[in-house]
């Protein structure tokens, strides 16, 4: 299984509201990520986990909650978003250590609406 | 401030003939490149990568070139297939720290 899924795929709330992405990975990766991308711009790094314990915050604004609850799955709580939020939310996971620990395994990516 | 640049937007080129997309970073401390296909509605899926170590990796029809004194990376799809057409990004990381970089994109349009 060399797949990262990602739930929903489209998800459209307003700014009240509080919501969750999901992502899953069974490929044994120790490394999860969130990512932001907008429209015709690169993906942006936001969180990076690591053996399920958060390694990296881009400064990202506490209305973004990331949880690991195992090493299979990634969360991102949504609370009291704007706008501007609306975009492209991927998940990526990869190896930790190994030759290949670079590459990463992208999901499909939840297109996020705030009204 | 873009560390990653793909100066071209977008490219155009026939099928059968070589694509090639450019990616130039600012920062020499990079010492791993990776290309990425994205297609819409889709995440991002890997291509081809290369180590600072090496400067030309291949796989099947893709090649990366990698020159370090000009800061520059190329990938080299030949022969080119209507199948190709789609955004490439270039991505580049530091050693260890999981924090990719990614170009802004080249949209490849392959005309059969």
């Known amino acids: 299984d060399t797949e990262v899924t990602q739930t929903p795929k489209h998800l459209v709330m307003g700014m009240t509201n509080k919501k969750s992405l999901k992502c899953e990975q069974h490929?044994?990766?120790?490394?999860m990520y969130w990512y932001k991308q907008k429209a015709k711009k690169p993906p942006e790094l936001m969180f990076v986990?690591?053996?399920?314990?958060?390694?990296i915050n881009e400064s990202v604004p506490s209305r973004f909650s990331p949880e690991c609850p195992n090493s299979s799955l990634l969360n991102l709580h949504l609370h009291a978003l704007q706008p501007e939020d609306s975009a492209l939310y991927l998940c990526?996971?990869?190896?930790?250590?190994?030759?290949?620990?670079?590459?990463?395994?992208f999901g499909p990516g939840t297109r996020l609406t705030v009204l | 401030d873009q560390q990653v640049k793909q100066n071209s937007p977008s490219l155009s080129v026939q099928e059968g003939r070589i694509s090639i997309l450019n990616c130039d970073y600012t920062?020499?401390?990079?010492?791993?490149f990776l290309w990425y296909k994205k297609y819409p509605a889709e995440g991002p899926t890997f291509l081809i990568s290369?180590?600072?170590?090496?400067d030309k990796n291949e796989d099947g029809r893709f090649t990366v070139f990698l020159n370090k004194s000009a800061k520059h990376l190329s990938l080299h799809i030949v022969p080119s297939q209507p199948g190709d057409s789609a955004v490439y990004f270039c991505?580049?990381?530091?050693?260890?720290?999981?924090?990719?970089?990614f170009g802004t994109g080249t949209r490849l349009k392959v005309l059969a």
């Open positions: 986990y690591s053996y399920e314990k958060l390694s």
């Open positions: 920062n020499s401390m990079f010492d791993y």
């Open positions: 990526a996971s990869s190896q930790v250590t190994g030759v290949n620990y670079n590459e990463q395994f």
């Open positions: 991505a580049a990381d530091y050693s260890g720290t999981y924090k990719y970089i």
């Open positions: 490929m044994g990766h120790r490394a």
């Open positions: 290369i180590s600072s170590i090496k």
